[in-house]
């Protein structure tokens, strides 16, 4: 399973997501700190979910985080995580 596939499973699991992205923008930062070769170490997370309405924008990306487990610092360099609520 790749790195994309285990977040996105963990985060369906963890927030039941109206719409979940996750891009890897890996390619973009091709020799820069933090490049492992793998081809998964840097990530776009776009996230929707209906828990994230009682959340300030601090809250919500924590959450994601912590959603994440061990991914986050120890297998993927970098993630930049857009957590919203649906229709906004």
Do not use: C, W, Y
């Amino acid at each position: 399973m790749s790195v994309a596939e285990e977040m996105h499973a963990l985060l369906t699991e963890a927030f039941a997501p109206t719409r979940l992205a996750i891009i890897n923008d890996s390619a973009k930062h091709s020799g820069h700190m933090g490049d492992d070769g793998s081809g998964e170490s840097h990530f776009t997370i776009e996230i929707e979910a209906a828990v994230f309405a009682a959340m300030n924008r601090l809250a919500r990306q924590r959450a994601v985080i912590a959603a994440l487990g061990d991914i986050v610092g120890q297998r993927v360099h970098a993630v930049a995580i857009k957590a919203s609520v649906p229709g906004a």
